[in-house]
Nanobody
Framework: QVQLVESGGGSVHAGGSLRLSCAAS????????MGWFREAPGKEREFVAA????????YYADSVKGRFTISRDNAENTVYLQMNSLKPEDTAVYYC?????????????????WGQGTQVTVSS
């Protein structure tokens, strides 16, 4: 099992930036990659971005492409999500997750460990 702790959420105005961090501990060697998902009130949890530990290959949802950047620090077992040009529709609880060695970076079922979530609020 991989333990994940997110941090860095907060409240910003539209156009602002935030950087989320996700620190992994425990059986980190079992994680194939990491992903960020978000869940807005009344909506399904949706994919935001993902990265592979080994190659650093990245994947993004169309809604955040060009605004968000996912990165990782293998030595620190930490993944980051830099969020720029934030919009009110980015408001959600953001979760990081550890991915199993299966296909489907954008699919919830490809992930088997989840953090507790961090709130991001963007006001207009």
């Amino acid at each position: 099992q991989v333990q994940l702790v997110e941090s860095g959420g907060g409240s910003v105005h539209a156009g602002g930036s935030l950087r989320l961090s996700c620190a992994a501990s425990g059986r980190t060697y079992s994680a194939y990659g990491m992903g960020w998902f978000r869940e807005a009130p009344g909506k399904e949890r949706e994919f935001v971005a993902a990265i592979l530990w080994s190659t650093g290959s990245t994947y993004y949802a169309d809604s955040v492409k060009g605004r968000f950047t996912i990165s990782r620090d293998n030595a620190e077992n930490t993944v980051y999500l830099q969020m720029n040009s934030l919009k009110p529709e980015d408001t959600a609880v953001y979760y990081c997750a550890a991915r199993k060695p299966v296909v489907g970076a954008r699919i919830r079922d490809a992930y088997d460990s989840w953090g507790q979530g961090t709130q991001v609020t963007v006001s207009s």
